[in-house]
């Protein structure tokens, strides 16, 4: 099974609004990373939060991190049709080879 | 200047031929892997090649294996190709937690 699960697996909004996606992940972790993946693309780097921070901000993104449930969110505030892509999680559990998720796929509708 | 190429981007062939994928990062990055993504989007790592060590995801078929001519390089040679090999092939390489990825091979397996 995957160690990182996004949830939802699809997500449709309108311009303007917040879009929020979970990830959810079962071994303990070092760090917790998203990433982004246009269609037919490679993923792009976007932000990381490590095991000792709760929350961080880059842009227009907001991360969050609950270690005690093993959960991360990522907040996508007033989004664009430019976001339309899709979203994964990313984990270094034990091992240390980054783990993904199986990806949120949004959706923003101008 | 691309930081993360790979060749081709397209890879069409017969079952039971043998292909390689070609990898190349002018980042400086010590660490290069390999992943594949299925049609579901789920992306699983295959390979970490650092310094010379290589580091497998058991689930990897030993018809797949990576050869790195100098640190810039990570190749990726597959024998004996097979129906469920279609998907995508992801090259990436990092220095510390960020990973960066190529714009991905297409495999076809007819």
């Known amino acids: 099974s995957q160690q990182g699960e996004e949830d939802p697996q699809a997500l449709s909004i309108q311009e303007g609004e917040n879009a929020t996606m979970n990830c959810s992940y079962k071994?303990?972790?070092?760090?917790l990373q998203w990433y982004r993946q246009n269609s037919g693309r490679g993923l792009v780097h976007l932000i990381l939060i490590r095991s000792n921070e709760r929350e961080k901000h880059s842009g227009r993104l907001r991360v969050t991190l609950d270690t005690s449930k093993k959960s991360s969110s990522l907040l996508i505030t007033a989004s664009r049709a430019a976001d339309t892509a899709s979203y994964f999680c990313a984990t270094v559990p034990a091992g240390n080879m980054l783990t993904f998720g199986g990806g949120t796929r949004l959706m923003v509708k101008p | 200047d691309t930081a993360v190429s790979q060749t081709p981007k397209y890879l069409v062939t017969q079952m039971g031929n043998d292909k390689s994928i070609k990898c190349e990062q002018n980042?400086?990055?010590?660490?290069m892997y390999w992943y594949k993504q299925d049609s579901k989007k789920f992306l699983k790592i295959m390979f970490s090649y650092n310094n010379k060590e290589l580091i497998i995801n058991e689930t990897v078929p030993n018809r797949f294996s990576p050869k790195s001519p100098d640190k810039a390089h990570l190749n990726l040679h597959i024998n004996s190709l097979e129906l469920g090999d279609s998907a995508v092939y992801f090259c990436a390489s990092s220095s510390t937690n960020e990973q960066f990825f190529g714009p991905g091979t297409r495999l076809t397996v007819l």
């Open positions: 980042l400086g990055h010590d660490t």
């Open positions: 071994t303990s972790i070092n760090n």
